[in-house]
């Protein structure tokens, strides 16, 4: 059998196409730092987009974090928000659009910590939007502060002795928050650091989509993800970190729906 | 035949809107202007033009609805009093930013903090000098007359759109829950979504249609030579407007000895003081600015060169006196009066602070 396995030469020579980058990503190059999830997450939600014909009809929302500059990648239409507000941006636009496909693309300061209220109360209200919710237990862009998703022990700027529940409270899961509200109607809990993960996640994107385009109400993606540089470990340690760390406290799978 | 009412100056915000074809209304509610929402509520706008009207969990949420909806094109508005205001600040800095037109409805409440719920004009700094961060202007609208209140809708939407910025009406306590008889504009309707993208397809996020790059919202620029050029076309617009959109009424100013300079509620205050005065032989004049931004500073520079001095009646501490007494550039002396946290001056007193103030002063 081994010899039917192409080398990477081999597929160039005989120009099989394998991937293709789908034309819903920008050819910019993009800010995230090496071994971030950010990457995998953009691609697999442009996908989806791409996948499901919804192109002409997507507008996306991505506040102030990371992703803040998702628009410079998401070849859609986009709006950036202030920190914390996408769920109420994205309410504002389903509302004036109820046709249109609306995501927010947030991270866990955005969506669990300042963005609280709006993030909650948009999906009560069981807006027809998609959210999906990139949790590494940090604050990436302002350079690695504590998140309201930073585990017990978990060193931090902001934490540099480590989370002390006693005198920081303790970690929100706030997506097992959201799955309780009569407005969601599909909310689960991913991750895009391994293959197999990555195509689970597509899945679950790709049914979160499918259930807005019925108009069911709120649908609710968590990526549990890392943040090498916040962190401070190489790319690979921070995949098993969170292996061992992260999904031990936010288990993967459905929550709802 | 006209469509004539009598109506609380907050109701006919709320029907003028419904009438000018708004597409939109995000609110929370607050004393003094909740009948603004509690008006499209019991009105079913949706029914008759399919307008939506969204109680919001907030202030802050409502300003961001009125983000999400406005850089899609579409005709939207809100409504509040002074405190939350200061919340929907912060929205308000992105929406000047992002270059995005909308109504905001300011029915100012005496403060600071909580304060009180009776009137106030202690709004101006906040409206009219920016209030949120970053150098931006709000164009304000100040109606003293319900009839105002109906007509500065249309014209507020009529001149954001046109500027691409968001605009904002200015009124208090006093105008927002009184009752005048109100000329109701007839209805317009709403633009349907071709129309929309045929009007402002060039910048609203609308989905990338028929092949077109993709549209976007944003305030974010982390390049500072970008930042300082998005800021030059900024104060380009705002002095356009400054050039352009300069709107007031002058009463018995032909010949006056001495000149009131108030808005809103105040400057029906101080025309009942001119009738005051008359009758002791005074000759005072009004100015009333109508666009508080831009400021009409010319005019009242001319009008300084006419009159012995000049009286700023607001119902605030004293605010808008620093935009008279910069326009006046000291050609003539310029005093404030005015009753504040929540008490109304009345035409005695204010004939009583010219005559101390400035004649006797």
Redesign the interface.
Known sequence: MAENILTPEEIIKRGELVFKKTKLMTDNELSYCPGCGHGVAHRITMEVIEELGL?????G?APVGCS??A?EFM????????HG?AP??????K???PD?TVFTYQGDGDLAAIGT??TL?ACNRGENITIIFINNGIYGMTGGQMAPTTLPGMKSSTSPYGRDINMMGHPLKITELIAMLPGTVYVTRQAVHKPGLVRKAKKAIKKAFELQQENKGTTFVEIVSNCNSGWKMTPVDANNWLDKHMLDYYPLGDLKG | MEDVKLMKGNEAVAEAAIRAGVDAYFGYPITPQSEVIEYLMAEEPHKRTGMVVLQAESELAAINMVYGAAACGKKVMTSSSSPGISLKQEGISYIAGSELPCLIVDVVRGGPGLGTIQPSQADYFQMVKGGGHGDYRLIVLAPSTVQEMADFVELGFELAFKYRNPALILSDGVIGQMMEKVVLPPQKERLGDEEIDKRYGSWATTGKKNGRERNIITSLELKPERQEAHNLHLQAKYKEISEKEVRLEKINCENPDYLFVAYGSSARICQKAIQLAEEKGIKAGLLRPITLWPFPSKEINKLAEQVKGILVVEMSAGQMVEDVKLAVNGKVKVEHFGRFGGMVHSPDEVLEALETKIIGG
Not at chain 1, 75 to 82: K, S, T, W, Y
Not at chain 1, 88 to 93: D, E, F, L, M, N
Request: aromatic fraction near 6%; charged fraction near 30%.
């Open positions: 192109e002409e009809k997507t507008i929302v803040v500059l628009y070849n859609v239409d986009m709006q950036e928000a202030a507000r109420a941006v994205a309410t504002g636009i509302r004036v659009y249109k209220a709006e109360h």
